[in-house]
């Protein structure tokens, strides 16, 4: 096989079967001239024995790496080192590619010197794969009720050093649709460890950005799969709401790193201080015995961002009530687990100006 123009790495761990399903997407592929990188991470048999199998099948095509430290940053860094290809395209070892995925967005990025990243839209699979939950999904930011707003302030710390239309590119896109380029991706320094499992696509995205101009395909490309009762209650277990609070105490750290030393990015860093203060705000009310803890970082934003209005909503909403939380902060019922690892010390801490890297 000659040298490949693209190298599909997905990154695996308990995706079982699943994990035929989304090579089998790629091997379907209209394009075919790539290689496919699986990275084994600590997998379960299942899993790492159907990996194999395909490695076997279709051993000039297909390469199997081990990634012992646990976590996607891990996996997908190591995927991208080992491959061969100029171009990096990224799938979940449980999402699909579309046939058409890799042609479109190859022909764009080869022919258009100044993108560096091009991602699509997506359709939200039901985890059986028989039922389409949602199509055309543009942004993977769920959790962010503002998302436009957010991209809004991210633009701003960029305003003083590109153009109107380079900017109006900049877009925060589910990894699975993403197509790059691997010296730019390598240039900007790989994924951040620190942010194993929490908003390292984000983050990595911010440095991207200034290395060129990204370009999103309004169709869908890709399937995203939902996670099963089984999957939800395996990641909630091995990643805790102490270790969101410290990924996201660490993203907007680095934020800062990158941007605070401009006294013009100030106000939207402390903004986007105030919209992630929101969010953790609305995900502790959610807990029954975490009204007390979300109330004190609703009132963090407001302290940090005065003039958002938006915050003094959501504040004074947090005195209506209790049984009208569920429908005025958007979850379907309270969280029934205790927030024993969260306390008055992480709360007081958590986004304090100015940001630090632990809590």
């Keep these: 096989m000659n040298r490949p123009e693209i190298s599909v790495v997905i990154p695996f761990y308990k995706e079982g079967a699943l994990i035929s399903e989304a090579i089998e997407s790629v091997l379907m592929q209209t394009y075919q001239n790539f290689e496919i990188i699986l990275v084994d991470n600590n997998s379960d048999s299942l899993t790492l024995n159907t990996a194999e199998n395909y490695v076997k099948r279709y051993p000039e095509r297909i390469k199997l790496f081990h990634e012992t430290k646990q976590g996607i940053t891990f996996s997908k860094n190591t995927g991208v080192i080992n491959s061969k290809a100029p171009y990096i395209a990224f799938l979940d070892g449980d999402d699909l590619m579309k046939p058409d995925r890799l042609h479109k ?5 080869k022919n258009n010197d100044e993108i560096i990243l091009v991602a699509s839209n997506y359709d939200l699979l039901s985890y059986d794969s028989k039922s389409i939950i949602a199509k055309d999904i543009s942004s993977p930011a769920s959790e962010v009720q503002s998302f436009d707003r957010l991209i809004k302030i991210y633009l701003d710390l960029f305003v003083n ?3 109107p239309a380079y900017l109006n590119t900049f877009g925060l896109f589910l990894p699975s649709t993403w197509l790059f380029r691997k010296d ?11 942010l194993n499992n929490g ?9 991207l950005f200034r290395f060129g101009e990204f370009f999103k395909i309004s169709e869908s490309l890709c399937f995203y799969r939902c996670e099963s009762d089984t999957t939800r209650k395996l990641k909630n277990k091995s990643y805790s709401k102490y270790k969101r609070f410290l990924s996201v105490q660490i993203y907007v750290a680095s934020l800062w790193d990158q941007f605070g030393f401009n006294s013009k990015n100030i106000k939207p860093l402390k903004k986007i201080c105030s919209i992630w203060l929101q969010v953790f705000g609305i995900a502790l009310i959610g807990y029954e015995n975490g009204l007390k803890y979300g109330r004190q970082l609703l ?11 938006f915050a003094w909503k959501l504040y004074i909403k947090s005195f209506f009530p209790r049984f009208l939380h569920p429908k005025i902060f958007w979850f379907h019922e309270f969280n029934r687990e205790p927030l024993n690892e969260i306390n008055t010390n992480i709360v007081s801490s958590f ?6 890297y632990d809590l």
């Design 105 to 109: 967005q190859y022909e764009i990025l």
């Design 161 to 163: 050093t590109f153009s």
């Design 184 to 194: 730019i991706f390598i240039a900007s320094g790989l994924f951040n460890t620190k």
């Design 199 to 207: 908003w390292d696509d984000y983050e990595l995205l911010m440095r």
């Design 299 to 309: 009132f963090k934003s407001i302290l940090i961002d005065p003039y958002n209005f």
């Design 351 to 356: 986004l304090s100006l100015p940001i630090k």
